[in-house]
T-cell receptor
Framework: DAGVTQSPTHLIKTRGQQVTLRCSPKSGHDTVSWYQQALGQGPQFIFQYYEEEERQRGNFPDRFSGHQFPNYSSELNVNALLLGDSALYLCASSLPGQGTDTQYFGPGTRLTVL | GEDVEQSLFLSVREGDSSVINCTYT??????LYWYKQEPGAGLQLLTY?????DMKQDQRLTVLLNKKDKHLSLRIADTQTGDSAIYFC??????????????FGKGTLLTVNP
């Protein structure tokens, strides 16, 4: 049973560039959430995708956008990168309607902005 | 709004019990989760509890919930060096089924000394 997978593992970009991160949910899950974890902090919710639509969004600027595909995989796009965007980006998948809607996390993508 | 607080550090000796504490502020019905993060890795779900429960036990893990004080604790029995990690408390208030985000604390670094 495949867990949540993310690619790439690490990424280095420069200020002003754009980046795309990818996530495949756990087998049988149809909902994907994205979180940003800065060094020494807890994860912060960016948004959640369900049925290819953004269902809920956290307090992040419009430079952060996403997409969900018919196979439930998802992408996170960040435009006009800032130094402060350096963080671990975590994807989580879940299956609503299971009561707890428990979110299972992938290993993350470490983004460094120079 | 939601706010989750945790003590930042805990150090124990191998074989002792560890108790990691968390307080939350949301007053509605809520799910409360414990996640473990090892260095350079994603988040591993350990256990969860709903706010209508007082206690949940799962092998070496015991979760206690004091609803009046909005205090949650995770007890790890017979702590091993492999338990050394950062432990995150997270909550997800259930508000008419329209809230999907997890709000995390900053994490507690557990160090287990041989």
């Amino acid at each position: 049973d495949a867990g949540v997978t993310q690619s790439p593992t690490h990424l280095i970009k420069t200020r002003g560039q754009q980046v795309t991160l990818r996530c495949s949910p756990k087998s049988g899950h149809d909902t994907v959430s994205w979180y940003q974890q800065a060094l020494g902090q807890g994860p912060q919710f960016i948004f959640q995708y369900y049925e290819e639509e953004e269902r809920q969004r956290g307090n992040f600027p419009d430079r952060f956008s996403g997409h969900q595909f018919p196979n439930y995989s998802s992408e996170l796009n960040v435009n006009a990168l800032l130094l402060g965007d350096s963080a671990l980006y975590l994807c989580a998948s879940s299956l609503p309607g299971q009561g707890t809607d428990t979110q299972y996390f992938g290993p993350g993508t470490r983004l460094t902005v120079l | 709004g939601e706010d989750v607080e945790q003590s930042l550090f805990l150090s124990v000796r191998e074989g002792d019990s560890s108790v990691i504490n968390c307080t939350y502020t949301d007053s509605s019905s809520t799910y409360l989760y414990w996640y473990k993060q090892e260095p350079g890795a994603g988040l591993q779900l350990l256990t969860y509890i709903f706010s209508n429960m007082d206690m949940k036990q799962d092998q070496r893990l015991t979760v206690l919930l004091n609803k009046k004080d909005k205090h949650l604790s995770l007890r790890i029995a017979d702590t091993q060096t492999g338990d050394s990690a950062i432990y995150f408390c997270a909550e997800r208030p259930v508000s008419g089924g329209s809230n999907y985000k997890l709000t995390f604390g900053k994490g507690t670094l557990l160090t287990v000394n041989p």
